[in-house]
């Protein structure tokens, strides 16, 4: 059984900067892949970012390639995701994911476990 727990939303103005993090619990974290998904009023969930457990590969959506970060700290159990240059499009709450297949938190479907999300808003 893993815990995620997101914590770091809130509310920032355009351009501006938050770094979310996701502390998981278990022994396995390190195996885990972890995912960063969100989701907006009236929208579907999408993933955000994605980092594998086996060698750190990572996934970025197109919409946040070069501004967002995804990191881990397997000695913390942890996961980030670094957002810079924040956009209105990208007010949303926030979600941590993780599964031991890589593949499953790429497709966002199937994913063994979630955490209850963070609201993110980015003012104009």
């Known amino acids: 059984q893993v815990r995620l727990v997101e914590s770091g939303g809130g509310l920032v103005q355009s351009g501006g900067s938050l770094r979310l993090s996701c502390a998981a619990s278990?022994?396995?974290?390190?195996?885990?892949?972890m995912g960063w998904f969100r989701q907006a009023p009236g929208k579907e969930r999408s993933v955000v970012a994605a980092?594998?457990?086996?060698?750190?590969?990572?996934y970025y959506a197109d919409s946040v390639k070069g501004r967002f970060t995804i990191s881990r700290d397997n000695a913390k159990n942890t996961v980030y995701l670094q957002m810079n240059s924040l956009k209105p499009e990208d007010t949303a709450t926030y979600y941590c994911?993780?599964?031991?297949?890589?593949?499953?938190?790429?497709?966002?479907?199937?994913?063994?476990?979630w955490g209850k999300g963070t609201l993110v808003t980015v003012s104009s």
């Open positions: 980092i594998s457990g086996s060698d750190g590969s990572t």
């Open positions: 278990g022994r396995t974290f390190s195996s885990y892949a």
């Open positions: 994911a993780a599964d031991p297949l890589y593949e499953m938190v790429l497709l966002g479907r199937g994913v063994d476990y």
